[in-house]
C-alpha cells in the first residue's frame, strides 16, 4: 500500500489501543439461518458467484514458464489454464471435444501438448486440436472447429482470474479489485509458490467466510495459539464495494508510539487482509502472502484452498523451518476453524436459531452477505454481476 496509507492506517490503531476503543458499523445486523441451509440458494450462489462472477484459481507462480498448465476443479465447471508457446495466459474446459473426456488429469506440470487418455487426442497449450488417432474414421474432421472450449481469463498482481462461464464476457479488473488495486500494485504478491494445499470441511461456503472475516472469535478459539499475539478484537475494517481490507494490529503495536514516525511498518505490527469477493481472503504477513479460498461443493461441504506465495524460496533449512513453522500454525488454527464451523453447521440446522448475529465490530462478515444478495438479484434481473463500483 502507499506510504500515506500505511501511515494513517497505523495513527487509527494506535488511537484505538491508546483510547481501548475499537471501531463499530452502524448497526448490529441478522441474517436468516435458511440462507446456509437451502439448497436453490446455493444452487443460486454457484451459478451467480462462481460462474458469472470472475474468481482467483491461482498465481502465476503456478505458470513459471511458457508451456506450463494447471487444472481447477472447485467451480463446477472443470478447468484447464495454460500459459501457450507464445507466453499467452488461457484457459479453457478441461474436457475433450471427441466425447467428453476429462482431459488433462495432472494437477499441474510442462508440457507442449496435453494428450486425452481416452482415445488420444492431442491438444496444444493454446487448445487446438493438433492430433487425432486414425483420422481416417472421422471424415474429414475440421481441426480448428474442435480446439478445447475457452473461458474468460485475466492476470493483475500474479492473480489469476477466470470467470467460469462458457462464452461469459471478458473480465474487468478495474471493477473486480474495486478499493485495493491501488494496494496491491504497490505490494504486489510475487514470486515463488511454497504451499497449495486443500481441505474438505463439513459447512456451507458462508460459514467458513464468516468464520475467516471477523476476529472476535481469536482470543477465545485460537486463545491457545494465536490469539494472544494480537490486540484482541480490534480490528480495522474498510469495505470497498464488494472488497474490503482489514487490519489487525498485533501488541507489539503499541511500541510504535515512542518510534519515529519513519520508522514506522505496518506489516511488521499488524497483519493486512484483503477480501476479494466472492471467496478469497488474503494474508500479508511479513514476509510472505497466503491466501484462502472458499469453494462450495454442497450446502454443508465446501473446500478450502489455500497459496502461499513469497519472493523467497524454502531453499535452505532455516527458511524450510521457517515455512514448517508457518504451515503448522496454519494447521492449528485452520483445525480449529474448520472444526467450529462443522458444529455451527450441526446448529444452524438443529432448529434452534431463525437467524445469525454480526456485532457491529463483525462488519466485514456481514458485509459480504449483502453483496451476495445484491450479485443474486442482479443475476435475478439479467443484469452483469459483476459490474461492481465503489458506492455498492
Ligand atoms: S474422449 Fe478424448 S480422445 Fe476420445
Ligand atoms: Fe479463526
Redesign the pocket.
Known amino acids: 500500500m502507499e506510504r500515506n496509507v500505511e501511515l494513517a492506517l497505523i495513527e487509527r490503531a494506535l488511537a484505538h489501543t491508546a483510547a481501548d476503543s475499537r471501531e463499530m458499523a452502524a448497526e448490529v445486523v441478522r441474517r436468516p439461518v435458511a440462507d446456509y441451509l437451502d439448497p436453490s440458494r446455493l444452487a443460486d450462489e454457484r451459478a451467480a458467484l462462481f460462474g458469472d462472477h470472475p474468481v482467483v484459481v491461482g498465481h502465476l507462480a503456478q505458470l513459471s514458464s511458457p508451456g506450463s498448465f494447471f487444472t481447477h476443479d472447485h467451480t463446477g465447471l472443470p478447468l484447464l489454464v495454460t500459459r501457450d508457446a507464445d507466453g499467452q495466459l488461457r484457459a479453457f474446459v478441461n474436457v475433450?471435444?471427441?466425447?467428453?473426456?476429462r482431459?488433462c488429469t495432472e494437477e499441474s506440470g510442462s508440457a507442449r501438448r496435453v494428450a486425452?487418455?481416452?482415445?488420444?487426442?492431442t491438444y496444444d497449450l493454446a487448445g487446438r486440436l493438433r492430433g487425432v488417432p486414425n483420422a481416417d474414421g472421422f471424415d474429414g474432421l475440421d481441426l480448428d472447429a474442435h480446439g478445447l472450449v475457452p473461458v474468460p481469463v485475466a492476470e493483475r498482481h500474479g492473480l489469476v482470474f477466470v470467470r467460469p462461464r462458457i462464452g461469459g464476457p471478458p473480465i474487468d479488473l478495474d471493477s473486480v479489485l474495486i478499493g485495493i488495486d491501488d494496494d496491491l500494485r504497490v505490494d504486489r504478491p510475487e514470486g515463488n509458490l511454497l504451499a497449495l494445499r486443500h481441505w474438505e470441511v463439513g459447512c456451507n461456503w458462508k460459514v467458513l467466510l464468516d468464520n475467516f472475516l471477523e476476529m472476535y472469535h481469536v482470543p477465545v478459539l485460537h486463545g491457545s495459539n494465536i490469539g494472544p499475539m494480537f490486540e484482541p478484537n480490534r480490528s480495522l475494517y474498510d469495505q470497498f464495494g464488494q472488497n474490503g481490507r482489514r487490519i489487525d494490529p498485533r501488541r507489539s503495536i503499541r511500541r510504535l508510539a515512542d518510534e519515529p514516525r519513519e520508522d514506522w511498518r505496518l506489516r511488521s505490527h499488524a497483519l493486512v487482509t484483503y477480501f476479494i469477493f466472492p471467496n478469497l481472503q488474503m494474508f500479508w504477513t511479513q514476509d510472505y502472502l497466503s491466501w484462502l479460498s472458499v469453494w462450495p461443493v454442497a450446502v454443508d461441504r465446501t473446500v478450502c484452498t489455500q497459496h502461499i506465495v513469497a519472493d523467497w524460496e524454502a531453499d535452505t533449512d532455516d527458511r524450510r523451518a521457517h515455512l514448517h513453522h508457518n504451515l503448522e500454525l496454519f494447521d492449528l488454527t485452520l483445525a480449529e476453524d474448520f472444526g467450529t464451523s462443522e458444529g455451527v453447521q450441526r446448529g444452524l440446522h438443529s432448529g434452534a436459531l431463525h437467524d445469525v448475529l454480526f456485532a457491529r465490530f463483525e462488519s466485514g462478515a456481514a458485509a459480504v452477505h449483502s453483496s451476495i444478495d445484491l450479485a443474486l438479484e442482479r443475476r435475478h434481473r439479467g443484469e452483469p454481476v459483476d459490474a461492481w463500483s465503489a458506492r455498492d
Open positions: 475433450c471435444r471427441h466425447r467428453g473426456a482431459l486425452c487418455p481416452f482415445h488420444g487426442w
